[in-house]
């Protein structure tokens, strides 16, 4: 399930808040337990849950030290017998898609940083000069719409737009004159990209500037008005005043954002990528899906997600240790 | 209020300039896509999309989508199954431990908090989380598209925070000197309270589920099975041309039939329609539970 860095960084307020320490000894335990067997009762399913849906396949990534064949069964995750090391992992080091992989996994992502990150940003900022109340409020609706919309819903209203035969988008290049044929946006190596990151922001700038716009909604008016009495103007309102009082929202998604440089957005490349731009296109996660899955190579797939899962963690790690180090509270 | 200059003027003019052109950016393709669901073959053939209001409407795509026999139908079916049941026990299993993780005074809720947290860091990846499914034997049925997403722990930390902040220990407290249990606490006075949290997490749930694709799409083989999503993801697929999905739409004697890209404008708003008919009345919902706790510098 994925959760928008919106919904992380309301939620990553709860994990730093519980950092206190506990006495441990075991009579106080023991009475604690006794006194709240009510509560511990009430968690019991839950957590089972994580431990079944969540822990055993973590478990499950030992296959990727074997040679796990789908007809195994639960038998064969648990054997040894075909015990080969890191034999997966050097295969897909060496594998001639690799470095291909990585960068278009790298590359994507940052396209979508470079460009997504400061897009709600500024939205948020432009919707908070809006004086007339039933104005903002309408582009505030709108903009959020596209969020509730399914990536398949998305990746079928763009193609309408860029469908060569009789696409909105296809007209008004041709009508302007841009070009004189449709442009085959899906399957050209130079615009895929483009359309992808594209189509990110179209689908998360409304939701994403939620957060900013609160931030700017908490910031104390009299600052404004002071800054008005010393003569400063709205740009100037804008550097030294908003934009400071949001840094910390800056900061925590940002944060998030880096820690899943890997996620470069699997769902919506895999509804919209073809074996004609796999060149600009295959991410670690479509490759993974494609050979791992459909291939029916389980072993090698769970080795590739694993060597993913190991950076996207240390990334995480190191961008949260570096937003402390900065002065901002970080994740944990 | 001091007098505008004329900088700030241009600005003000440019900022709204601006945000009508935003606003069109995230109508036009929605509205295009409705026009042309509508759209007549003939005249789609002489028009392309840059319809914005039909001449003649038609409701033949519908038609072919809806009527019976069609996969559509059953897609519809299954969707609604999914979300009720599914949202319902999200709700069941995610706020009985976002309660018990509001719990200050609980013993171990460091230890829980990091069993969970390791689970948002840290994950068995896409062919171990398969291999789940398909060996507890869930493939082709609806609990595989529920059981593997019982509890998102993000949301369920943020249902904590609202518990936390808005529910004063006192409550509680007053409640066990007037001789209140556990249960009667959690059913007479937690559950009340939380119900803006609890609705609006529900609600996140229930899109999630109507919009989910990707499980389906590995977890389902049988089209009649199939929830709305991955049956509207091939007929994008694969509607032009080889028409395989379009042999589970209902049989029409059209004289014009319609055109697949009219089908498929179809599809989407079938797909979509009941999400964008909801939103107005339940937008303040969707976002209250971003806007929870507020952001604490």
């Given amino acids: ?332 | 209020m001091s007098k505008l200059s004329t900088g700030e003027k241009v600005f003000a003019v440019l900022t709204h300039v601006g945000l009508v052109i935003v606003v069109l950016i995230f109508l036009i393709p929605v509205v295009s896509v409705i026009s042309t669901s509508l759209t007549s073959g003939s005249e789609f053939a002489q028009r392309g999309r840059l319809i914005l209001f039909p001449r003649r409407p038609v409701l033949h795509a519908y038609q072919m989508l809806l009527g019976s026999g069609s996969v559509v139908l059953s897609g519809l079916r299954n969707s609604v199954m999914r979300v009720s049941i599914g949202t319902g026990l999200n709700l069941l299993f995610t706020f009985p431990l976002a309660y018990v993780l509001a719990r200050r005074k609980l013993y171990g809720r460091n230890a829980i908090t990091t069993f969970i947290f390791i689970t948002m860091l840290f994950s068995g990846g896409l062919v171990p989380n398969f291999i789940l499914v398909e060996r507890l034997g869930l493939i082709d049925s609806v609990w595989a598209l529920i059981l593997p997403s019982l509890i998102n722990p993000w949301w369920m930390l943020i249902m904590r925070n609202f518990i936390m902040g808005s529910i004063p220990d006192e409550l509680e407290e007053a409640a066990i000197v007037d001789g209140a249990n556990p249960p009667q606490i959690l059913l007479k006075i937690i559950l009340p309270l939380s119900m803006p949290i609890i609705a609006t997490i529900g609600l996140w749930y229930a899109v999630f589920h109507w919009n989910a694709w990707f499980d389906a799409l590995i977890y389902i083989n049988t089209p009649a099975h199939m929830p709305l999503q991955p049956i509207l993801r091939n007929i994008l697929e694969y509607g032009a041309g080889t028409y395989t999905e379009y042999q589970n739409l209902a049989e029409m004697d059209f004289a014009e039939p319609p055109p697949s890209e009219t089908l498929r404008a179809a599809m989407i708003v079938v797909t979509t329609l009941p999400i964008v008919m909801v939103y107005p009345f339940i937008q303040k919902y969707f976002v209250k539970g971003v806007m929870v706790g507020g952001i604490k510098g």
């Avoid at chain 1, 997966?88 to 940083?113: C, D, G, P, Y």
């Avoid at chain 1, 296809?170 to 992808?196: A, H, K, W």
């Avoid at chain 1, 997600?305 to 790690?317: H, M, P, T, Y």
């Fill in chain 1, 1 to 332: 399930m994925e959760s928008s860095s919106v919904e992380q960084l309301q939620a990553a307020q709860g994990i730093r808040s519980a950092g206190k320490r506990e006495k441990h000894d075991l009579g106080y335990a023991w009475k604690c337990i006794k006194r709240d067997r009510f509560y511990y009762l009430m968690a019991a399913l839950p957590l089972t849950w994580f431990l079944i849906f969540r822990y055993l396949p973590m478990y499950g990534i030992i296959i990727s030290f074997k040679d796990y064949q789908p007809w195994m069964g639960v038998k064969g995750i648990l054997s040894f017998d075909d015990w080969v090391g890191l034999k997966h992992f050097k295969a897909f080091l060496s594998s001639v898609f690799f470095w291909n992989i990585m960068r278009n996994t790298l590359v994507i992502s940052l396209q979508r940083l470079v460009w997504g990150f400061p897009m709600p940003i500024i939205l948020a900022l432009l919707i908070n000069e809006i004086q007339h109340r039933a104005f903002k409020r309408t582009v505030q609706s709108i903009s959020y719409l596209p969020h509730f919309f399914s990536m398949v819903v998305v990746a079928g209203l763009l193609r309408a737009m860029i469908s060569p035969n009789g696409g909105l988008l296809q007209e008004v290049i041709m009508r302007l004159g841009i070009s004189d044929q449709p442009i085959s946006f899906l399957t050209d190596p130079r615009y895929f990209r483009s359309i992808l990151v594209g189509t990110g922001i179209w689908q998360g700038v409304g939701w994403g500037s939620i957060i900013y716009l609160a931030a700017i909604a908490n910031v104390n008016p009299e600052l404004y008005e002071a800054a008005m009495v010393d003569g400063a103007n709205k740009f100037q309102r804008i550097w030294y005043i908003t934009l400071p009082s949001i840094s910390y929202a800056i900061a925590i998604t940002l944060i998030f954002r880096i820690g899943g440089l890997l996620n470069a957005g699997f769902g919506q490349i895999l509804l919209l990528y073809s074996p004609s731009v796999y060149q600009v296109a295959d991410i670690i996660d479509t490759y993974v899906y494609r050979n791992g899955l459909m291939g029916m190579r389980y072993s090698f797939g769970a080795a590739v997600g694993l060597f993913k899962s190991v950076i996207a963690l240390l990334l995480l790690i190191i961008s949260n240790r570096v937003a402390r180090r900065v002065g901002q509270p970080g994740i944990w």
